[in-house]
């Protein structure tokens, strides 16, 4: 799933898959704005353009049009949910792996503490009307965020504004030093194994590394 426009993941997959048996074979499904399957996503390669696709005429560019289509942040009554009931559906049963994603986009990281809220009414209401112990797993999510040099270039700090906006929308920061290309080998496969220390892990982190100071 990706908020950026161009075909750079296409690009990927399509390299992928000719690396491997030397053609270009599409292997993925392409989902775009404004119309999204939930259904053809899991366990399925899919490029989800989810605010707007190069080689199509639909953006979310201006306020009006991310109104149209977060009506939950917008409160707009003519606006759609087909974006917001995509979100939700992976939100609350996939696990997702943030790469390079700032979360200064407003209306999706609004959309998120939305929908944890929603989450925690529906849990209060169900335990306090009887309907059993309600112990739904909870899906967690994670974040790789690049440690950087400070201004001596002497010790690695992590954006402490970030790491606090992470926190409040339960995802979980995963911090490195180095580029990208190394993550997904060291990383990626050891995510379940990290589910259960993820929270010592980056509390040692948090210890052993200076925060920037909010600005």
Same mark, same amino acid.
């Given at each position: 799933?990706?908020? &950026?426009?161009?075909?750079?993941?296409? $690009?990927?997959?399509?390299?992928i898959?000719?690396?491997?048996?030397?053609?270009?074979?599409?292997?993925?499904?392409? %989902?775009?704005?404004?119309?999204?399957?939930?259904?053809?996503? /899991? *366990?399925? &390669?899919? /490029?989800?353009?989810?605010?707007?696709?190069? @080689?199509?005429?639909?953006?979310?560019?201006?306020?009006e049009?991310?109104?149209?289509?977060?009506?939950?942040i917008?409160?707009?009554?003519?606006? /759609?949910?087909?974006?917001?009931?995509?979100?939700?559906? &992976?939100? %609350?049963?996939?696990? +997702?792996?943030?790469?390079?994603?700032?979360?200064?986009?407003?209306?999706?990281?609004?959309?998120?503490?939305?929908?944890?809220?929603?989450?925690?009414?529906?849990?209060?209401?169900?335990?306090?009307?009887?309907?059993?112990n309600?112990?739904?797993?909870?899906?967690?999510?994670?974040?790789?965020?690049?440690?950087? &040099?400070?201004?001596?270039?002497?010790?690695?700090?992590?954006?402490?504004? +970030?790491?606090?906006k992470?926190?409040?929308? $339960?995802?979980?920061?995963?911090?490195?030093?180095?580029?990208?290309?190394?993550?997904?080998?060291?990383?990626?496969?050891?995510?379940?194994? +990290?589910?259960? @220390?993820?929270?010592?892990?980056?509390?040692?982190?948090?210890? *052993?590394?200076?925060?920037?100071?909010? %600005?």
């Amino acid at each position: 799933i990706t908020t &950026n426009y161009d075909t750079t993941i296409e $690009n990927a997959f399509k390299t992928i898959e000719f690396i491997k048996t030397g053609k270009s074979t599409k292997t993925y499904n392409i %989902q775009y704005l404004p119309k999204f399957d939930t259904f053809n996503f /899991v *366990g399925k &390669n899919n /490029v989800v353009y989810l605010h707007g696709y190069t @080689n199509k005429s639909h953006y979310l560019l201006r306020k009006e049009d991310y109104e149209y289509f977060y009506p939950s942040i917008s409160k707009k009554e003519d606006a /759609v949910k087909m974006l917001e009931e995509f979100l939700k559906a &992976n939100i %609350q049963k996939n696990c +997702l792996i943030f790469f390079g994603f700032s979360f200064d986009d407003e209306y999706f990281y609004e959309f998120v503490k939305f929908l944890i809220n929603e989450k925690k009414i529906e849990k209060e209401r169900n335990q306090k009307f009887g309907f059993g112990n309600y112990e739904d797993e909870e899906i967690e999510h994670f974040s790789f965020i690049k440690l950087k &040099n400070d201004n001596k270039q002497e010790n690695l700090i992590h954006n402490n504004s +970030l790491h606090n906006k992470l926190k409040e929308i $339960n995802i979980k920061p995963i911090y490195y030093e180095k580029n990208h290309a190394e993550l997904e080998e060291k990383f990626l496969d050891e995510i379940p194994n +990290l589910k259960n @220390n993820l929270e010592i892990i980056n509390d040692d982190l948090e210890k *052993g590394f200076p925060s920037v100071p909010e %600005q």
